[in-house]
């Protein structure tokens, strides 16, 4: 239990990833990132633009990991978004049909495996 | 997939006494998921968008995943009340489309909300509670009325406040107790039926609260249950004087020592007013919804004519009303009824000042940041004082230990301008032993009643000099006439007017005197029907104006 938190955060992002995957839905792209801030995930399924978070815990300690994600993380979150949405649209007219939706995917390591936990339409 | 999605419906505003009708926008468009809310909306309008929310998700439904605009139009007057919640979760829902509502299968049904949109005559309100039943609200007498007034015919309005307002003719209320209901009915599934006034026995015995209307009950709201003036022995000069200013709405002051029945005498006028009609009654109703003061706890039309008694503490806002959402004060409360303003000296003087312009133009102008408003306040005052602080000025059977320093001051709180408003000045003196029936065993029934009047027989004298104003000046009462009204109505013949002449001079009335001699002759002529006034009339008009002086030395 000794990894140090940025493995421990890029671990839970692949677990998500995987999960994501196993949902159906695509991934449009992976930490992605631009001035604004960074994106742990952005997923798409059919007509639908998921923006999604990843958040790990060792201990819940400090609280469950959604928890973590607060208004002004939100903010960021939002902001972000809409930075990549107008870069898309602007250059590739890509996404302008399309609903958008934040999610928030909490992984909490217990001993040595993990439990996840997924919040659809998190926040706004 | 269109690119932005639009939705209307109405409700409405309280603004001061006066509905406003309101359109609730919503718009769907594409973009990050935003929910913002404008038109000038008040906190528990703000707080809406959180209820709303919660109410569409956890009755079923999603909440529409994209950038919501919602739009109180007209967007420049500051709204508030917590009733918006229903128009807005209504104009969201219907400004989505089937996407946005996948679940609406749920409940068996397959279009979206249609026809919302084409609603001209009808109106929204009911706040949401965060399950998505919908709470009883205040203020739903007030809605109804005014709403109405703006050619509303057809309202949703919560279920728990329809036995308020059953009885509002003309009108289609569908009464909603929750949004599933509401989503249903627009999209083709159940419909909600609407009930009219013609309804009102299945709706008291579904809202009822197993209160039964029974005669007794509908007695108590038409009034009749005032205490009978039959109660009151020995003052059938004070009781005469009262059913003038019943009859002819005339401001009275009642002066007298200490326990003798001023305050028993005032509290049972309302008994012999005339009954309300449908719009008094409606004005009354609102004034007094808008308050927050209810009559009773059954709701519905408010019959029985207010009485208010404000203490002497009252402050100035409380008697002309104000505060930030400039809630009507006592004296509009008191409107088409009467203010008793007992122990007159005891209010503050400025206070007593200001109701001279209300007394004057029977409404009040209140403008405070942002709002002019004229609340109405057509009362009949009546004014009840001691003739000096101990008591007993001029009274036979006791000594007043009051000195002349200590009179003047205690009449220097009433003006002369307010005393001068005042149309009748009666005194009320101590009773009789005969009257009193101490100690008194074998009075015969007959003999009883013709020296004590009841509040019927005041009463039928009332409703004669009002059918007799009626037929010759409208809606207007007596003490209200016009100058000119009063040149052409209160004529006296020969012998009343050289009496009133005579009475100008060695009283040196002044020119409101005359015309306020004038005004309750008139109604002391209809009380006993005759065409023109008579010299008695005219009599008995000008010794209420010099019936008590207020401690003034008599001119």
């Keep these: 239990m000794d990894i140090d938190s940025k493995t421990l955060g890029r671990l839970g992002e692949d677990i998500a990833a995987e999960y994501v995957l196993g949902l159906g839905w695509s991934i449009v792209e992976e930490n992605y990132r631009c001035r604004m801030g960074e994106i742990d995930i952005i997923a798409c399924k059919g007509e639908l633009l998921i923006f999604i978070e990843v958040k790990c815990r060792r201990s819940l300690a400090f609280g469950i990991p959604s928890e973590s994600v607060t208004e002004k993380k939100q903010r960021h979150i939002r902001r972000t978004a809409s930075f990549y949405l107008t870069e898309k649209m602007r250059i590739r007219k890509q996404f302008s049909d399309y609903r958008f939706r934040f999610d928030v995917i909490e992984v909490n390591f217990v001993h040595d495996s993990h439990r996840l936990s997924h919040i659809e339409d998190a926040f706004r | ?555």
Aim: aromatic share 6%.
């Design chain 2, 1 to 555: 997939m269109s690119v932005s999605r639009l939705a209307k419906v109405r409700t409405g505003s309280i603004f001061g006494l006066d509905t406003q009708l309101v359109s609730v926008e919503a718009d769907l468009a594409v973009g990050l998921p935003a929910f913002n809310l404008v038109g000038l909306p008040g906190g528990a309008v703000r707080e809406s968008k959180e209820r709303v929310r919660s109410a569409i998700i956890n009755s079923g439904l999603k909440f529409p995943l994209s950038r919501i605009t919602v739009n109180l139009s007209p967007a420049d007057t500051h709204k508030d009340g917590s009733h918006f919640d229903l128009p807005v979760a209504l104009a969201i829902l219907a400004a989505a489309n089937e996407d946005d509502l996948e679940d609406l299968h749920d409940f068996g049904i397959l279009s979206k909300l249609s026809g919302v949109n084409e609603l001209e005559n009808t109106a929204f309100f009911g706040e949401l509670s965060l399950d998505g039943s919908i709470c009883k609200m205040d203020l739903a007498m007030a809605m109804v009325l005014g709403l109405a007034e703006k050619g509303i015919t057809n309202m949703f309005l919560p279920a728990a406040n329809l036995r308020e307002v059953i009885e509002i003719p003309g009108l289609h209320f569908y009464p909603v107790s929750h949004i599933r209901e509401l989503i249903s009915h627009f999209a083709d599934g159940e419909q909600i039926r609407p009930v009219t006034d013609k309804d009102w026995i299945q709706v008291y015995a579904l809202y009822g609260e197993n209160e039964v209307l029974t005669d007794e009950n509908d007695k108590n709201d038409r009034g009749y249950d005032c205490e009978d003036f039959f109660d009151v022995k020995g003052q059938e000069s004070v009781k005469r004087a009262l059913q003038i200013a019943a009859a002819g709405r005339h401001d009275i002051s009642l002066v007298g020592p200490p326990g003798i029945g001023k305050s028993m005498l005032a509290k049972r006028i309302i008994g012999i007013m005339p009954d309300m009609n449908e719009l008094e009654s409606k004005e009354v109703t609102r004034i007094h919804n808008i308050a927050g003061v209810t009559q009773g706890q059954k709701g519905g039309l408010i019959r029985k004519r207010p009485f208010r008694t404000p203490h002497h503490s009252v402050t100035q806002a409380a008697l002309m009303g104000g505060g930030n959402r400039l809630r009507p004060g006592e004296l509009s409360l008191a409107h088409r009824g009467v203010l008793f303003l007992d122990e007159l000296p005891e209010f503050d003087r400025r206070t007593l000042d200001m109701l001279r312009q209300p007394l004057e133009n029977r409404y009040i102008d209140l403008s405070r940041v942002g709002f002019k408003g004229r609340y109405p306040c057509s009362f009949l005052l009546i004014a009840a004082m001691n003739p000096c602080p101990c008591g007993y000025f001029g009274d036979p059977n006791h000594e007043c230990i009051c000195t002349e320093t200590q009179r003047q001051k205690y009449f220097g709180k009433v003006s002369g301008p307010l005393h001068d408003r005042i149309d009748i000045h009666v005194s009320v003196g101590a009773v009789k032993i005969e009257d009193a029936e101490i100690g008194v065993s074998g009075v015969s029934e007959e003999e009883n009643v013709r020296i004590c009047s009841s509040t019927e027989e005041m009463r039928a004298g009332v409703i004669k000099a009002d059918t007799a104003q009626r037929e010759r000046q409208g809606d207007v009462h007596n003490a209200h006439l016009s100058v000119a009204q009063v040149k052409g109505f209160c004529r006296g013949d020969t012998l009343a007017e050289d009496l009133l002449r005579t009475a100008y001079v060695s009283f040196s009335l002044s020119m409101r005197a005359e015309s306020k001699i004038r005004k309750v002759a008139r109604t002391i002529a209809d009380i006993e029907g005759h065409e023109t006034i008579t010299a008695e009339d005219m009599s008995e008009a000008i010794s209420y104006n010099r019936g008590n002086n207020f401690g003034r030395s008599v001119g």
